[in-house]
């Protein structure tokens, strides 16, 4: 059995397809939805994903706005963006592109709530604690809205999140339990006794832990669905490319798997470009 593709780039052209159509009631209104981001310093990632983002705002009609700071900034100078930015009434979602090498906690509070396009203000995760609506953490819906779009099952499923980062695992593990997913959830994460044990048992697999290769076909259930978040840089022949946290070995068990790169990245695009719109209909009073 060789497992299906959970083709993230397929789904980033028929998302942005569904959001052209939201974008043009905004626009009947005089109203174009603007993603701000906030860049500190010159990594070549970092680049590359702001740079993308921009382009796929580009792509549906929605302006953005771009601040690229220098490596050397300070904490103030980056508040000093932010509060500029909360401000700014063309601007209506923006985000801090991480990491900032600065107290990403301080960052984050200091971004107004309601335009807070990566859903990880304190308030906002706040919310999602409590069970109430509000701005979601893009890796995470875009893990579960992958899936929704294969018709995985989630209602009922036996769900490992490997890893408890606070941009995907521990706020994927709430969005699951909700009893809109109702999905029973394992959470793995360094102190882990035995990994494999767990894996083995689930139904589905998210591997967010940042090990290149963690999850191998021997660990992983046959017919299980196994979602790769992993972003992690190796040099292979004299070239840096992205390694993630799932073995090639494993789509040969799997039920679905999602491709690295083309999986899940593209997916956390489309959840920031859904967000932006939503933001903005919020504020014009359409939602
Ligand atoms: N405030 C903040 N918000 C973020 O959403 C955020 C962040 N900081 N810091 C870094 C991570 C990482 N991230 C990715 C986005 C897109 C791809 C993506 O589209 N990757 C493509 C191409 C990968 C390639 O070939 O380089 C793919 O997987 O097919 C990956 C990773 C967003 N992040």
Same mark, same amino acid.
């Given at each position: 059995?060789?497992?299906?593709?959970?083709?993230?780039?397929?789904?980033? %052209?028929?998302?942005?397809?569904?959001?052209?159509? #939201?974008?043009?009631?905004?626009?009947?209104?005089?109203?174009? $939805? !603007? *993603?701000?981001?906030?860049?500190?310093?010159?990594?070549?990632?970092?680049?590359?994903?702001?740079?993308?983002?921009?382009?796929?705002?580009?792509?549906?009609?929605?302006?953005?706005?771009?601040?690229?700071?220098?490596?050397?900034?300070?904490?103030?100078? &980056?508040?000093?963006?932010?509060?500029?930015?909360?401000? +700014?009434?063309?601007?209506?979602?923006?985000?801090?592109?991480?990491? =900032? /090498?600065?107290?990403?906690?301080?960052?984050?509070?200091?971004? +107004? $709530?309601?335009?807070?396009?990566? !859903? *990880?203000?304190?308030?906002? *995760?706040?919310? @999602?604690?409590?069970?109430?609506?509000? $701005?979601?953490?893009? =890796?995470?819906?875009?893990?579960?809205?992958?899936?929704?779009?294969?018709?995985?099952?989630?209602?009922?499923?036996?769900?490992?999140? &490997? /890893?408890?980062?606070? =941009?995907?695992?521990?706020? @994927?593990? @709430?969005?699951?339990? #909700?009893?809109?997913?109702? %999905? =029973?959830?394992?959470?793995?994460?360094?102190?882990?006794?035995?990994?494999?044990?767990?894996?083995? #048992?689930?139904?589905?697999?998210?591997?967010?832990?940042?090990?290149?290769?963690?999850?191998?076909?021997?660990?992983?259930?046959?017919?299980?669905?196994?979602?790769?978040?992993?972003?992690?840089?190796?040099?292979?022949?004299?070239?840096?490319?992205?390694?993630? +946290?799932?073995?090639?070995?494993?789509?040969?068990?799997?039920?679905?798997?999602?491709?690295?790169?083309?999986?899940?990245?593209?997916?956390?695009?489309?959840?920031?470009?859904?967000?932006?719109?939503?933001?903005?209909?919020?504020?014009?009073? @359409?939602?």
């Amino acid at each position: 059995m060789t497992a299906q593709i959970l083709d993230g780039k397929a789904i980033l %052209a028929t998302i942005k397809e569904e959001l052209r159509g #939201r974008v043009a009631v905004l626009a009947e209104r005089g109203i174009t $939805p !603007g *993603l701000g981001t906030v860049l500190v310093g010159d990594d070549p990632g970092s680049t590359w994903y702001v740079g993308a983002k921009h382009k796929d705002c580009a792509d549906i009609g929605l302006s953005s706005i771009r601040r690229d700071l220098p490596a050397s900034s300070s904490l103030d100078d &980056v508040l000093a963006v932010v509060r500029e930015l909360n401000a +700014d009434p063309a601007c209506t979602g923006f985000l801090v592109q991480q990491p =900032t /090498g600065l107290d990403e906690n301080r960052i984050l509070a200091e971004v +107004d $709530p309601a335009k807070d396009v990566d !859903g *990880l203000h304190p308030t906002n *995760l706040g919310w @999602l604690v409590l069970g109430q609506e509000a $701005p979601l953490p893009c =890796t995470p819906v875009g893990v579960v809205e992958l899936l929704r779009r294969y018709d995985v099952p989630i209602a009922g499923a036996r769900v490992v999140v &490997v /890893g408890r980062g606070i =941009t995907v695992g521990r706020p @994927l593990s @709430l969005i699951l339990t #909700r009893r809109s997913e109702n %999905a =029973t959830v394992v959470q793995c994460h360094t102190g882990t006794v035995d990994l494999a044990a767990e894996v083995r #048992r689930a139904d589905i697999v998210v591997a967010a832990a940042g090990v290149p290769g963690l999850i191998t076909g021997s660990m992983v259930k046959p017919g299980a669905a196994v979602l790769d978040v992993g972003v992690s840089r190796v040099v292979e022949d004299g070239k840096s490319v992205i390694a993630g +946290d799932v073995a090639a070995d494993v789509a040969e068990v799997a039920g679905w798997v999602s491709p690295n790169p083309g999986g899940v990245g593209p997916m956390t695009r489309a959840m920031l470009l859904t967000n932006v719109v939503e933001i903005a209909e919020k504020q014009a009073g @359409l939602r």
